[in-house]
């Protein structure tokens, strides 16, 4: 299932915000026993996030009023980095599920007012998306 897959690629993403690489033991133990189609999502997310990782964070910052990227919660970032790439560079996925997950992930993983902070950082991205990508692909 993709939600599996994405609340993963959060796990995965975290462990490399606080450790700065890639455990493959953590890798193979989240994705045992996923199909081909769950790990390919999965990877799509954590090689995109990776490969955008720049343009994803100062986009995020830029919306995190009163927040510099060091300054959000490193699980909250990790959340924010995989929805955000969902929004912008996976047309598949709609904007309202990427957020709608992420909500749900901040409840789970993390603090009381990140669902709120998170959904908010998200809807600026949705709203700004197009200038976004023109930025992005001009850079």
Not at 18 to 35: K, M, V
Not at 56 to 78: C, M, N
Not at 105 to 112: E, M, V
């Amino acid at each position: 299932m993709r939600k599996t897959a994405r609340e993963n690629a959060f796990k995965l993403t975290f462990e490399q915000l606080i450790g700065g690489a890639r455990n493959e033991l953590t890798y193979n133990a989240l994705t045992s026993g996923f199909n081909e189609e769950d790990k390919l999502y999965l990877d799509t997310l954590l090689d995109g996030v990776t490969s955008e990782k720049a343009f994803l964070t100062k986009t995020i910052a830029s919306f995190a009023r009163g927040f510099t990227a060091e300054r959000i919660y490193k699980i909250d970032l990790a959340i924010l980095l995989i929805a955000t790439y969902e929004i912008l560079f996976l047309p598949d996925v709609p904007d309202k599920v990427s957020v709608n997950e992420a909500v749900e992930l901040a409840k789970t993983y993390s603090t009381d007012n990140s669902p709120s902070f998170i959904n908010g950082v998200l809807a600026s991205v949705i709203k700004e998306k197009e200038n976004l990508l023109n930025e992005r692909n001009e850079d």
